[in-house]
């Protein structure tokens, strides 16, 4: 093999890795929305979709109900489904509109959410 070929290997390489760590490891600053206390229930907080979730963290009430307005921006097909494991939930989200999707977390603790393909993520603190 010839010097172009290794660099083009390497470069292969560092590109996987670079993308591994993007997506799976990089310690982002979550960004939070709280469900505010003195709102009528149920508390309601749009979750904005545009290659991530945003805000990522949600504060909500242990036992209240929650609206979660999904607002999916973009056509990737990643974005095309919003999956709560804890819930046994799987909605679709067509791109370009907005979807409601209702729970209530029963006990306070961090429920995650995720997209159909486990790549973006987000979660519902429940205090």
């Known amino acids: 093999m010839s010097a172009p070929d290794w660099i083009v290997i390497a470069a292969g390489l560092a590109a996987v890795l670079w993308v591994n760590w993007y997506f799976f490891l990089a310690d982002r600053a979550p960004a939070v929305k709280s469900a505010g206390a003195s709102v009528a229930l149920p508390d309601e907080v749009t979750v904005v979709v545009r290659g991530s979730y945003a805000p990522s963290t949600i504060r909500a009430r242990a036992g209240a109900p929650l609206r979660l307005r999904f607002d999916r921006q973009e056509t990737a097909s990643c974005s095309e489904e919003v999956v709560f494991p804890d ?25 995650e959410f995720t ?4 790549m973006l993520r987000g979660r519902v603190v429940a205090e």
Do not use: K, N
């Open 115 to 118: 997209c159909g393909m486990g």
């Open 87 to 111: 819930f046994g939930l799987r909605r679709f989200l067509p791109a370009h509109q907005q979807t409601v999707v209702e729970v209530t977390p029963p006990a306070p603790g961090t429920y």
